[in-house]
């Protein structure tokens, strides 16, 4: 379904990823794991849209995304959940989740299918993005991007300042999102809750591709323990 | 007292109604724009050229409110295309100076050709008695146009999926991409929307005494004030401070000389910005 081919993206003209190849099938949910600063982040706004590409190509279902801006890239079905969220803080949890549907209204069985993967947000709905705890507003911003109905959802580092518990409970929504059939695409430091999840998995180095094999076939390999598993 | 205190509601909303057009495009976009007022005198100008021609005053009220809802976009689409492509500082400080330039182009046009232009829009019948005190009719015509337009304003950023769409941009235009909006076009349409705005004060300043074509700096200094004070991006407080500071502006005006009175205004925007910095209802 998504096909990353050749992807070199970065700042300033210094390419920080290089030569990427990624492969997402439909239904299927992907991995990258890597280190702070491997280039995780860069690979995921370059895909979204909101880092231009200085080579290669990012298609959706056969179709070339390459040349398009992040909100038509949206639009198409690529929904992009950025570790530092981006809710829109002075609004309603409500109003954020409708502008998630955006252009269009939001759906009522998309709202019940949200409320039901998270309950919590159901009860805050009337509350400010900005009031909400950090989980809170992690599941805030994984449901305003499924109220776009997407075909991939991207989600990087969904565990960035979460207690090990809320992030456990994170993990657990997004297994049964994929149960549901949505396409994942997880950037994540804590490699061993990204293989829980995953059915493949590509280990990110240095801004490239070192590895790749499905989850259990990482989690066997010695380099891959020693380096992310904490594996003696 | 009570007379001062209405007529410095019926300026209030037109203030108000500044404000907001000023508020909106620099929440939007980081751009104060400097030539708003002489957007406003451009409207008033264009339709006094009309009525001079004998067109009806309503066609050359529309015809005025839509000129300058035309330069509006042609500076978006122009102007502000490199300032858009700059961040932090520097889009602030490309922003002034082009705006800047385009004000000073637009007013020396337009007081060159027309050194004598202005705009007046006499409303003839009897005052009408409000709380006790005379109204003239201009009067009360401008404050039903302010308050309508205001009402049409607050609902459309309250209840439509787009006004929700712009407030997005205005609080985080990174979230706003991911969802599917485009930010540049928000922005264009919202520039129209202020120059919308810059034509109906135009119109409804005219009806209240002439509106002639030196004004638009004092315009300008109006909204900008207007802005500080209500808060960044915020419909209903650009409003509620249009109207405190029409109220203050007319009992100032009245009791101490007109003179003094922009600088009590200024003195509100710079104690405004000393104990509430985010301004009466900005976030």
Redesign the interface.
């Given at each position: 379904m998504l096909e990353v081919v050749g992807l070199s993206a970065g700042y300033l003209g210094e390419p920080v990823i290089d030569d990427i190849n990624v492969a997402v099938g439909t239904g299927e949910a992907v991995a990258i794991v890597g280190s702070n600063g491997a280039g995780k982040t860069t690979l995921f706004r370059s895909i979204?849209?909101?880092l231009p590409s200085m080579h290669g190509r990012v298609v959706l279902d056969g179709k070339d995304l390459t040349r398009r801006?992040?909100?038509?890239r949206?639009?198409a079905g690529i929904?992009?959940v950025?570790a530092e969220?981006?809710?829109?803080?002075?609004?309603t949890l409500k109003?954020n989740l409708?502008?998630?549907a955006?252009?269009?209204?939001p759906d009522r069985e998309t709202l019940e299918l949200v409320y039901d993967l998270f309950p919590r947000l159901h009860e805050r709905q009337r509350q400010q993005a900005a009031t909400l705890s950090g989980g809170e507003q992690q599941m805030l911003a994984v449901a305003?991007?499924l109220m776009?109905k997407p075909r991939l959802l991207m989600l990087d580092e969904p565990t960035t300042g979460l207690a090990p518990k809320i992030a456990q409970v994170a993990f657990e929504a997004f297994a049964e999102l994929k149960k549901q059939g949505m396409t994942l695409l997880i950037a994540e430091q804590q490699v061993p809750l990204a293989l829980s999840v995953a059915d493949r998995a590509y280990v990110l180095e240095n801004g490239r591709i070192r590895l790749e094999g499905a989850s259990e076939e990482l989690e066997r390999n010695p380099e891959v323990r020693r380096a992310y598993l904490g594996v003696a | 007292m009570r007379a001062v205190v209405l007529d410095g509601i019926v300026l209030g909303l037109a203030f108000g109604l500044l404000g907001v057009g000023m508020t909106l495009v620099y929440g939007l976009g980081g751009v104060i724009n400097l030539a708003y007022g002489q957007i406003v005198v451009l409207a008033a100008i264009v339709a006094s050229l009309l009525m001079e021609d004998d067109v009806a005053t309503t066609l050359a009220a529309l015809v005025g409110v839509l000129a300058a809802v035309g330069v509006a976009v042609l500076l978006d689409l122009t102007l502000m295309r490199p300032v858009y492509r700059q961040h932090g500082e520097e889009r602030i400080l490309l922003g002034l100076l082009l705006t800047l330039g385009a004000a000073f182009v637009i007013g020396g046009l337009l007081t060159w050709r027309y050194p004598l232009g202005a705009l007046y829009i006499n409303i003839s019948g009897e005052p009408v008695s409000i709380l006790g005190v005379p109204m003239a009719v201009g009067s009360i015509w401008a404050s039903v146009i302010s308050l309508a337009v205001g009402a049409v304003l607050l609902l459309f950023f309250g209840l439509t999926t787009f006004g929700r769409g712009v407030r997005s941009v205005i609080q985080d235009e990174t979230g706003a991409r991911l969802v599917g909006i485009n930010p540049s076009f928000v922005r264009t349409v919202v520039f129209a929307l202020s120059g919308a705005l810059a034509g109906i004060v135009a119109i409804t300043q005219s009806m209240n005494g002439p509106l002639t074509v030196n004004a638009g700096f004092e315009l300008t200094t109006f909204a900008l004030i207007v802005t500080v004070v209500g808060g960044l991006g915020s419909v209903a407080g650009a409003f509620l401070a249009g109207v405190l500071l029409g109220i203050v502006n007319a009992v100032s005006a009245h009791y101490i000389g007109q003179y003094i009175t922009s600088i009590i205004l200024l003195g509100a925007a710079a104690l405004t910005l000393l104990i509430r910095p985010r301004g009466l209802l900005g976030r």
């Open positions: 979204a849209g909101l801006p992040a909100h038509r949206s639009r929904a992009y950025p969220r981006h809710l829109f803080p002075a609004m109003s409708a502008l998630g955006y252009p269009g209204r305003r991007a776009a | -």
